[in-house]
């Protein structure tokens, strides 16, 4: 062969490769290989989150004494290169693999679940005291309940609309056959109260084991029909308590209202700078282990630690007022109001926060008690009240006005030491001085 | 007229020695530049720290903190005390490089009274500029309007345990590393070991949250080597015990607050015994 024919031919080569090879770098579709897994859905200290735990994981984790499911799988799993974590493609394969779920403490087998029907309701307006979750016979007879709730309030709206309709046409009626002003408001047709939002959710009856056992350290494995160990069900789980209760508050500065700074630590002090408008926003939080609680979310996490704690920040605080004492002794009660973040007009950025009015706003951008903090009144001290006025435990925080502007002087009293050098020098002087004198003398 | 107890007057006489060393090694300290100096800059750092929280909560409008002056008093702590180790390691071995410590252990100086001296005396400068430092601390408290909190004079006075450590570690590094210079690289290498270990550990472990890291990341093995590195130096640093000392009291976890305080004491205590056990080794001559 010739050179130019062997060039022709290696760049020919080249392009064909470059050309495959670019191909190749627009598709993104990793192997799918069929997998065991556990789905779990766990507690997580207001509703329910699931998680998917691949045959890589050996370790579960769950929080003590609530009812939480595992529900072994067999499916499709892929690696994905973005977020690092083997994916499950449940719309391939979706198996729930039947048998029963043992779980140990050591070598004692502490409990045998069979696979049952499982149903999880809440109302979304308060979901910490009201969540349920119904286990067999309970979680059929709980979905029915919720069915027929559901059926009423649809029954309801449908009446609320149908009067709604016969409101509107009444109206136009005298609209049409009188003349403006003349009809006495009291003759006109009440307007039908609107129907609230269904607020309960509730899960399909689904099939899992369900477990609910005190904090230890504990294995699972799943024991098929036969009573056959299932290949890659044996696993680790961690069940572990929260470590403390509280109030936190997201403090949200006015002109930084979506950068809001949490203050979970009752004896944490909220430093603000003179003249800013913050809202404070209470919420439920618990404390708890920062490896076994991230890592019951996602099975796959790397970055947590187990030597470190993490607070977890539940549902607003519902149904509260807001205790102010200022440090020259006034006392205000400041209720829970919605804000709306209106954009300024204009293409550079810019927005104003404004008390919600249902009247001209669609929805509220965020809820808060509003506090205006005064350069002349540097300490506040807040506390949640209870519906009968009640203080919240936990919920008092210290509210002070920092002294921005004296930042300067912090360097210069660095110069503290520097002083008393000096001045043990010229008394050592001094000394030295008198000594010499009267040596001298 | 009674005899004393010769054992008792052994140790009055041992007292006696060292109360002398001790009162000649502070008083040394406290005529000289080198302490003042060394606290201005330590309080410059601290300044810088404080200074960065005044930006961020300028920037951010609000800060949430528990107790804002304890970082500062941590870095003060960190720096007074390696400077005073520095010139217990000098102080000491120098004697020896000079021979003048052969002089001194002929008299009424026994290896223990001069080491149990030098100690003290490095001691009570760091007590007098823990002293400064709270001053400094409520001066700071009252121009930026933070919260004022007992938490600080016990950490001060807390903080004496850990400066004991790293004093009586220098004392053990002049006793084990031999000449003025061998010791003080000995020490500076050490220090910057457990200090980089720790400081390494929150580093990688900030950069391991930011990353979403993989199972096999390499990342990962590299915290987990740092973080087992640090597992064991949290319990042979006492700036680590300082720290744990400081978050058990601010939890109110007093058991583990006078844990941590008896494991620096005991360690300070270890280092001092084993400084006296290597300078009856390995004599007083260079």
Not at chain 1, 32 to 55: C, I
Not at chain 1, 125 to 150: W, Y
Not at chain 1, 348 to 363: A, H, I, K
Not at chain 1, 369 to 398: H, K, Q, T, W
Request: overall charge negative; proline content about 5%; some cysteine.
């Amino acid at each position: 062969m010739r050179t130019s024919q062997r060039a022709l031919l290696v760049m020919i080569l080249i392009l064909f490769g470059l050309a495959t090879g670019g191909n190749a770098g627009h598709a993104q579709s990793p192997e799918r290989e069929r997998a065991f897994v556990y789905a779990t859905t766990v507690f997580d200290g207001l509703t329910y989150a699931s998680a998917m735990a691949p045959p890589d994981v050996e370790t579960l984790y769950m929080i003590a004494d609530r009812q939480n499911i595992i529900a072994p799988r067999r499916t499709m799993i892929y690696y994905w290169p973005i977020t690092n974590r083997f994916l499950a493609d449940w719309s391939l394969l979706n198996e729930v693999v039947e048998g029963e779920l043992e779980v140990f403490r050591g070598a004692d087998l502490v409990l045998s679940v069979p696979l049952q029907d499982y149903v999880i309701q809440y109302d979304s307006a308060n979901p910490l005291e009201t969540l349920r979750i119904g286990v067999g016979e309970d979680a059929l007879a709980m979905h029915e309940a919720f069915e027929a709730l559901f059926a009423a309030y649809r029954e309801s709206l449908f009446d609320y609309y149908e009067a709604e309709q016969a409101y509107r046409a009444e109206l136009d009626e005298i609209i049409i056959n009188n003349e403006p002003g003349t009809v006495d408001p009291e003759d006109l047709p009440v307007r039908p109260e609107p129907v609230g939002e269904f607020t309960i959710k509730s899960t399909d009856p689904n099939k899992a084991y369900p477990l609910s056992l005190p904090e230890g350290r504990y294995t699972i494995l799943m024991r098929d029909g036969n009573g056959i160990v299932v290949p890659d069900s044996r696993r680790s789980l961690v069940v572990f308590a929260q470590l403390q209760n509280g109030v936190a508050y997201s403090v949200v500065p006015q002109s930084r209202w979506t950068q809001p700074e949490d203050s979970v630590y009752p004896d944490a002090v909220i430093y603000a700078e003179p003249g800013a408008t913050v809202y404070l926003q209470p919420s439920r939080e618990s404390l708890f282990n920062e490896l076994h609680y991230t890592r019951m979310l996602d099975p796959q996490d790397q970055a947590s630690r187990e030597d470190r704690t993490r607070w977890v920040l539940h549902d607003p605080y519902p149904n509260t007022t807001l205790r102010v004492s200022g440090a020259d002794g006034s006392v205000q009660e400041a209720e829970l109001k919605g804000y709306f973040v209106q954009q300024l007009a204009g293409s550079g950025l810019g927005y104003e926060v404004l008390e919600f009015n249902p009247e001209t706003m669609q929805r509220s951008s965020f809820e808060g008690f509003a506090l205006e903090l005064s350069g002349n009144n540097p300490v506040y001290r807040v506390e949640l009240l209870d519906e009968d006025g009640r203080p919240i435990l936990g919920s008092r925080r210290e509210i002070r006005v920092l002294n921005i502007d004296r930042g300067p002087h912090v360097y210069a009293l660095a110069l503290l030491p520097l002083a008393i050098g000096a001045v043990v020098y010229l008394a050592r002087r001094r000394q030295i001085a008198s000594v010499d004198t009267r040596a001298g003398g | 007229m009674t005899k004393a107890n010769p054992w008792l007057r052994h140790w009055r006489d041992r007292w006696h020695a060292a109360n002398c060393i001790q009162r000649r090694a502070s008083q040394s300290a406290f005529y000289g530049l080198g302490i003042y100096v060394a606290m201005f800059v330590a309080l410059v750092i601290a300044a810088v720290s404080v200074g960065n929280t005044l930006n961020f909560t300028e920037q951010n409008i609000v800060f949430v903190s528990r107790q804002p002056i304890f970082l500062p008093v941590l870095i003060n702590t960190i720096i007074i005390s390696i400077y005073l180790a520095m010139v217990s390691t000098l102080n000491v071995s120098s004697e020896r490089d000079q021979g003048t410590l052969e002089t001194l252990i002929q008299g009424p100086v026994d290896g223990f009274a001069f080491l149990l001296g030098n100690f003290l005396g490095q001691l009570k400068v760091y007590a007098a500029l823990a002293l400064v430092a709270f001053v400094w601390s409520n001066l700071l408290t009252w121009l930026l309007h933070l919260q004022y909190s007992i938490g600080v004079a016990v950490v001060l006075v807390v903080s004496i345990a850990a400066a004991a450590v790293v004093i009586a570690f220098g004392m053990f590094i002049a006793m084990w590393g031999g000449r003025s210079r061998t010791a003080l690289i000995y020490f500076t290498l050490i220090t910057l070991l457990v200090v980089g270990i720790q400081l390494a550990d929150q580093i990688v472990t900030g950069v391991v949250l930011a990353s979403n890291p993989a199972v096999n990341d390499p990342l990962i093995t590299v915290r987990n080597v740092l973080a087992a590195a640090n597992g064991i130096v949290r319990w042979v640093s006492p700036y680590a015990q300082l720290d744990l000392a400081m978050t058990a009291y601010v939890d109110r976890a007093f058991l583990d607050f006078f844990a941590h305080t008896g494991i620096m004491l005991l360690q300070a205590a270890v280092f001092l015994l084993g400084s006296v056990w290597l300078l009856e080794r390995k004599g007083v001559r260079d």
